[in-house]
């Protein structure tokens, strides 16, 4: 691939100096009108990219590159008349609806319904007549773009009108649902915060899995809320809220203990591992001012630098498993096989730079 891309380069960078070649390329683009969109080096960028697609093995000719070129301009030519088309079919769209509307906005009947709707379904304290009518312009502009035949205008854009208000209403319900479960929740949690049995139970639990010194009780209660009304709000029926919410407590405090647990086990593992480097030469030796000094370094390291050492140091992931898995850490998306060799390379230079700043620890 690398002897391709020499040769490939070479031959258009030949054109390139060529007053023939770069006077064709420009006539063309100002024969198909593209001159104020695109210039010759565009062209040129595009015409290397098929070109590198399609070479075969050293059959290359400069009458080819040139086809290839006439091609490219042709399709942007395409494409930018398409793109032409669109926006002026849009604009004319948007005068007629725009006229359309305004008249519907003169019409006291039209006023009328919109006002009795947002009535009728409790939202007049919360949205006016303009707004729902902006947002039954976007449903209309998008409907009529995509071919919709209208035949009785008024009517139409009434029932969008309508669908908006209902959609409205929907919204406003869960949100008022939302609202209404928090409050309850909240007033459940104040209660039980009150039981000295309840506040005995956290605490009993934190000192038996020794997290006392890491969390107190309301991180555990604050934690504990989020889920419950996560639970709650989407349709879980509770019949003792006390003895559920103790039960997630006490499963919040559990995750905890393994959080803990896991993160002790990774710095553990580091801290007795002599092939850190990439060198022959040992990063630390197992004496106890050395271990001190990597923790205070392994502190300093973020969560991410820490899972690619952990990965690669302590389980022995080669580097392509270890940019795959940070890519579902830092849920990216991995188009094609540039992207994962970008990101191989992105990982590996971070996992040495973690590695430095572990030696600048000492």
Same mark, same amino acid.
Request: charged share 35%.
């Given at each position: 691939?690398?002897?391709?891309?020499?040769?490939?380069?070479?031959?258009?960078?030949?054109?390139?100096?060529?007053?023939?070649?770069?006077?064709?390329?420009?006539?063309?683009?100002? @024969? $198909? =009108? *593209? #001159?104020?969109? %695109? &210039?010759?080096?565009?062209? !040129?960028? /595009?015409?290397?990219? +098929?070109?590198?697609?399609?070479?075969?093995?050293?059959e290359?000719l400069?009458?080819?590159?040139?086809?290839?070129?006439?091609?490219?301009?042709?399709?942007?030519?395409?494409?930018?008349?398409?793109?032409?088309?669109?926006?002026?079919?849009?604009?004319?769209?948007?005068?007629?609806?725009?006229?359309k509307?305004?008249?519907?906005?003169?019409?006291?009947?039209?006023?009328?319904?919109?006002?009795?709707?947002?009535? @009728? $379904? =409790? *939202? #007049?304290?919360? %949205? &006016?007549?303009?707004?729902? !009518?902006? /947002?039954?312009?976007? +449903?209309?502009?998008?409907?009529?773009?995509?071919?919709?035949?209208?035949?009785?205008?008024?009517?139409?854009?009434?029932?969008i009108?309508?669908?908006?208000?209902?959609?409205?209403?929907?919204?406003?319900?869960?949100?008022?649902?939302?609202?209404?479960?928090?409050?309850?929740?909240?007033?459940?949690?104040?209660?039980?915060?009150?039981?000295?049995?309840?506040?005995?139970?956290?605490?009993?639990?934190?000192?038996?899995?020794?997290?006392?010194?890491?969390?107190?009780?309301?991180?555990?209660?604050?934690?504990?809320?989020?889920?419950?009304?996560?639970?709650?709000?989407s349709?879980?029926?509770?019949?003792?809220?006390?003895?559920?919410?103790?039960?997630?407590?006490?499963?919040?405090?559990?995750?905890f203990?393994?959080?803990?647990?896991?993160?002790?086990?990774?710095?553990?593992?580091?801290?007795?591992?002599?092939?850190?480097?990439?060198?022959?030469?040992?990063?630390?030796?197992a004496?106890?001012?050395?271990?001190?000094?990597?923790?205070?370094?392994?502190?300093?390291?973020?969560?991410?630098?820490?899972?690619?050492?952990?990965?690669?140091?302590?389980?022995?992931?080669?580097?392509?498993?270890?940019?795959?898995?940070?890519?579902?850490?830092?849920?990216?998306?991995?188009?094609?096989?540039?992207?994962?060799?970008?990101l191989?390379?992105?990982?590996?230079?971070?996992?040495?730079?973690?590695?430095?700043?572990?030696?600048?620890?000492?």
């Amino acid at each position: 691939m690398n002897d391709f891309n020499q040769e490939l380069n070479s031959k258009i960078g030949r054109m390139v100096e060529s007053k023939y070649f770069l006077a064709f390329t420009d006539k063309k683009l100002k @024969q $198909f =009108r *593209l #001159h104020s969109d %695109y &210039d010759v080096m565009y062209v !040129v960028v /595009k015409t290397r990219e +098929i070109a590198l697609e399609k070479i075969i093995s050293g059959e290359m000719l400069d009458a080819w590159l040139k086809r290839i070129c006439l091609n490219v301009i042709r399709n942007l030519e395409e494409k930018t008349k398409s793109q032409k088309l669109v926006e002026n079919k849009t604009n004319d769209f948007n005068q007629e609806l725009n006229s359309k509307i305004g008249r519907m906005l003169e019409s006291e009947s039209f006023m009328a319904f919109i006002d009795h709707k947002l009535k @009728q $379904f =409790r *939202l #007049h304290f919360y %949205y &006016d007549l303009i707004y729902v !009518v902006v /947002k039954a312009r976007e +449903i209309a502009l998008e409907k009529i773009s995509s071919g919709e035949i209208v035949e009785n205008f008024d009517t139409w854009f009434r029932r969008i009108c309508f669908n908006v208000i209902k959609n409205l209403a929907k919204r406003t319900k869960s949100q008022k649902f939302v609202e209404n479960k928090t409050k309850e929740v909240n007033r459940e949690i104040y209660r039980m915060l009150k039981s000295e049995y309840f506040l005995a139970f956290i605490d009993h639990k934190l000192k038996q899995y020794r997290l006392d010194f890491y969390y107190d009780l309301m991180d555990i209660v604050l934690k504990a809320r989020e889920i419950a009304l996560g639970k709650i709000t989407s349709g879980d029926i509770v019949e003792n809220f006390d003895g559920w919410f103790r039960k997630i407590c006490f499963n919040i405090i559990r995750n905890f203990a393994k959080k803990i647990k896991s993160g002790k086990s990774t710095e553990y593992k580091l801290k007795n591992k002599s092939d850190l480097t990439y060198s022959k030469e040992d990063l630390i030796y197992a004496t106890e001012p050395n271990l001190k000094l990597l923790g205070k370094g392994w502190e300093k390291l973020s969560e991410v630098e820490k899972v690619i050492l952990c990965l690669r140091e302590v389980e022995e992931y080669p580097w392509k498993e270890v940019a795959k898995k940070i890519a579902d850490f830092e849920e990216l998306i991995i188009k094609d096989l540039d992207d994962e060799k970008k990101l191989v390379d992105r990982v590996r230079q971070k996992g040495r730079r973690a590695l430095q700043k572990l030696r600048d620890s000492f």
